[in-house]
């Protein structure tokens, strides 16, 4: 499987569902076990819902497989985030879902391609615990 990439967009809340099974179904094409495609396809769906709140366009999602991992690509418009955030207080009503990714992703990377951000994340194909 080494050399598949598989790649799609998305730019309105009414693609989410058809992003969703994108992830899930790739990334299990990929070799990930169900249990860890369903965490990326939460983390997926997480950065594309920001997208969709906090900028103008849609963004691009893309999938691969790399020194044992499952490598996702979600690039968009939007500005640099940070990495590192403490989870946010039960009752706050924003700012958990990247606080979500970091913690559901065995790597988690933010930078800029173009004049996009890219969040990269990664997910062991062979995972312990």
């Avoid at 309105?12 to 990930?32: I, Q, S, Y």
């Avoid at 769906?45 to 893309?62: D, F, I, W």
């Avoid at 994340?121 to 062979?126: E, G, H, N, P, R």
Wanted: hydrophobic share 40%; glycine share 12%; proline share 3%.
């Amino acid at each position: 499987m080494s050399g598949q990439s598989f790649q799609t967009t998305y730019s309105e809340p009414g693609d989410l569902a058809k992003l969703r099974e994108f992830v899930r179904g790739h990334a299990a094409a990929l070799g990930l076990p169900d249990e860890r495609a369903e965490l990326l396809t939460l983390a997926v769906s997480e950065l594309a819902t920001n997208t969709l709140q906090h900028t103008a366009g849609g963004g691009t999602v893309r999938l691969w497989t790399s020194g044992g991992r499952v490598i996702c690509d979600v690039t968009d418009g939007g500005a640099i985030r940070s990495l590192g955030r403490p989870m946010p207080a039960a009752d706050a009503l924003r700012g958990r879902g990247l606080a979500i990714v970091e913690r559901i992703c065995d790597e988690v990377a933010v930078d800029t391609a173009g004049d996009n951000t890219r969040v990269r994340l990664a997910l062991d194909l062979d995972h312990a615990g």
